[in-house]
């Protein structure tokens, strides 16, 4: 029997009741440029059509499959099943109500490759629930450094592309709320090599409800990650902390 070509990325796309965004998702990642890839859309339990949407682009499209969790796990479980399950050469991590540039994949792997890294992210586009553009966020860095990532996380998740045997050797901790977060730490405590593609090949949508209490939650997840995760004491988390808020006013303030 012809064994199957190991594809050059698995796209991650955890699903949970993702049903109005789903479409123009999954979309993006057809019209890739790069076609060689497997999209691995995994179902946390959806109570809407989502998983029916998914079934049907399945039928479409032969590089797509569908996975369904038993019971709920949460996006940080779906993730690590997914990366677990994952075929490619490279793992790229796409939320379902993101979406991608038609290039993003062909012109990061290249660039991985030139750079010879172990992961990366790009510059992104951020958009409101309609899909209309609030800003794009480039990138001021071309390494992803521990130090520059303690003051913020300048990577969305959507944008990001692992290479296989790093991103298996690590899994994402949902005991925190900033489960990637925590995870692009462990890869650079690990000695793994980052990399910035500035371009803006991402689309992240910004969610426009509980703006108020989601700052908040965000802020106790940070304080969390300095205290229990990094073990830090109150000073040093105190003046990470201090650093974090300052960027993240910089990135939801207006403006381009």
């Known amino acids: 029997m012809k064994q199957k070509k190991q594809p050059v990325c698995s796209i991650i796309l955890p699903v949970y009741n993702s049903e109005r965004y789903l479409n123009r998702t999954i979309t993006s990642v057809l019209q890739q440029t790069m076609p060689d890839f497997e999209l691995l859309a995994i179902d946390d339990c959806s109570t809407d059509n989502s998983l029916q949407m998914l079934y049907r682009w399945a039928e479409k ?3 797509i499959q569908v996975i369904r969790n038993q019971k709920n796990q949460g996006v940080a479980d779906t993730r690590n099943r997914g990366i677990h399950l994952a075929q490619g050469q490279h793992i790229a991590f796409l ?3 993101d979406g991608w540039h038609n290039d993003k994949l062909h012109q990061q792997i290249a660039w991985m490759e030139q750079q010879q890294c172990d992961f990366s992210c790009t ?8 899909g209309q553009h609030i800003k794009t966020r480039m990138m001021r860095h071309q390494k992803i450094m521990m130090e520059d990532l303690l003051k913020e996380n300048y990577i969305c998740c959507s944008s990001a592309v692992i290479r296989s045997e790093v991103a298996r050797a ?3 901790d949902g005991t925190y709320n ?4 925590v995870y692009w730490l462990e890869l650079l405590q690990s000695g793994a090599k980052g ?9 992240y949508r910004l969610a426009q409800t509980g703006r108020s209490a989601n700052k908040w939650k965000a802020a106790q997840g940070r304080w969390e990650v300095y205290r229990r995760y990094l073990g830090y004491g109150m000073l040093r988390s105190g003046w990470y902390f201090v650093q ?3 960027n993240g006013w910089k990135k939801y303030r207006k403006g381009k």
Do not use: F, G
């Open 61 to 63: 499209d032969s590089r």
């Open 178 to 181: 900033h489960e990637d977060y």
């Open 170 to 172: 690590h899994t994402m």
């Open 95 to 97: 939320d379902s109500d």
């Open 123 to 130: 510059a992104y586009e951020m958009v409101n629930d309609d």
């Open 244 to 246: 974090y808020a300052v």
């Open 195 to 203: 990399c910035v593609l500035n371009q803006c090949l991402t689309r």
